[in-house]
């Protein structure tokens, strides 16, 4: 595995293959997929319809970027330290979002967290970066 350190001695993401963020609630289940393409990151929002008996990811939105900005993002929201998090739904909170990450990043270190109503710390830095991605907004 490769691992850059910074000033924090925090281990840093260098690379990825793919980082799939897949968030539910009532009324609607999404998939937000990060993949690396022809040396660009490629973000793909997809809408899970249930269909024949089984889900289907029908695509809502895609857009690309520069490989170094799905990293920044990936390093500034700490995603690394989100592997093992299982956020429990709280206690008198009826419903709400759930989420899932699934991710392989520097070679073949897997991400995996999830939670209902219960979040990493930086998740909404992190939807709000992919929000900007999809849409070409300025994300700094």
Request: proline share 2%; with cysteine; net charge positive.
């Amino acid at each position: 595995m490769i691992f850059h350190k910074t000033a924090g001695d925090a281990a840093q993401i260098v690379s990825f293959e793919i980082v799939t963020l897949r968030t539910s609630g009532m009324r609607y289940t999404g998939e937000t997929e990060i993949v690396m393409k022809d040396g660009k990151a490629e973000v793909s929002q997809y809408g899970i319809r249930f269909t024949q008996n089984e889900d289907r990811r029908v695509l809502e939105k895609r857009a690309v970027c520069d490989e170094q900005k799905a990293l920044k993002l990936f390093n500034d929201c700490r995603l690394l330290s989100w592997n093992g998090f299982n956020g429990p739904h709280p206690k008198g909170v009826s419903d709400g979002t759930m989420f899932s990450l699934n991710a392989l990043v520097n070679g073949d270190k897997r991400i995996r967290a999830s939670g209902s109503e219960n979040f990493p710390k930086h998740y909404r830095d992190f939807t709000n970066g992919l929000y900007a991605i999809l849409n070409d907004t300025k994300q700094d």
